[in-house]
């Protein structure tokens, strides 16, 4: 199957600061990924659509000024918790699909953790 | 929004038994996945079944799919204590673009 590479897998960091997690369609070029967040023991929240060479799309609710999506390539999304507080702790997983594909590649998700 | 409902949130089960977690789901889907979560770990995808298809099989796995009942069933046979994980449906629908919608998971525990 394809590989999504997300990075890093965990970091921590201080409230205020800014982190950014990337993620790689290591084997194909995905013009669509998707991130999701989840909460301990509860299922995935899909936040918002990245597009290659545009916006990003997102979903109610989701803070678009916090949460930062650049699609600049064909294989790479990155997602930037912009001054981060506690309550941004969280698991945060990234999605990819071939063009045309119905299975969705996921990363091994990087856990956040805000001090 | 989530509309995947899955049942039961927790199963705890003896190695060599049968585990069933079910999955309902609100809207029309194109199709419907079932995803593996180990404990603070990446998703990995187990088996797609379209909305087209009843029931699907992949090794120990076996997937039913009833659109008129929006619900759908994920069999794993002969259970083993590596098969601890949490376990979520996905679907896709007409108009998602791609994007998948979760269920809450099931959380299942294979005693050896």
């Known amino acids: 199957g394809a590989v999504v590479s997300q990075h890093p897998s965990r970091v921590i960091c201080k409230s205020g600061t800014s982190v950014k997690i990337e993620c790689r369609s290591l084997d194909f070029q995905a013009t669509t990924m998707f991130w999701y967040r989840q909460f301990p023991k509860q299922s995935l929240m899909l936040m918002a659509t990245?597009?290659?060479?545009?916006?990003?799309?997102?979903e109610q609710g989701v803070e678009k000024d916090k949460f930062l999506i650049n699609h600049a390539s064909l294989t790479l999304s990155t997602l930037t918790v912009t001054s981060a507080h506690p309550e941004d702790s969280s698991f945060y997983i990234c999605?990819?699909?071939?063009?045309?594909?119905?299975?969705?590649?996921f990363g091994q998700g990087t856990r956040l953790t805000v001090v | 929004s989530q509309q995947g409902e899955e049942d039961p949130q927790a199963l705890s089960i003896q190695e060599g038994e049968n585990a069933t977690m079910n999955c309902s789901y609100k809207t029309s889907i194109n199709n419907l996945q079932w995803y593996r979560q180990n404990s603070g770990r990446g998703l990995v995808h187990l088996i797609l079944?379209?909305?087209?298809?009843r029931e699907k099989h992949s090794g120990r796995l076996r997937v039913t799919l009833d659109t008129s009942k929006k619900s759908s069933s994920l069999l794993i046979t002969a259970s083993r204590a590596a098969d601890t994980a949490s376990y979520f449906c996905a679907t896709e629908g007409p108009t998602n673009a791609g994007k998948s919608t979760f269920g809450d998971g099931t959380t299942l525990t294979v005693k050896p």
């Open positions: 999605s990819a699909r071939k063009p045309g594909g119905t299975e969705a590649f």
């Open positions: 079944i379209r909305s087209n298809e």
């Open positions: 990245s597009n290659e060479g545009s916006k990003a799309t997102y």
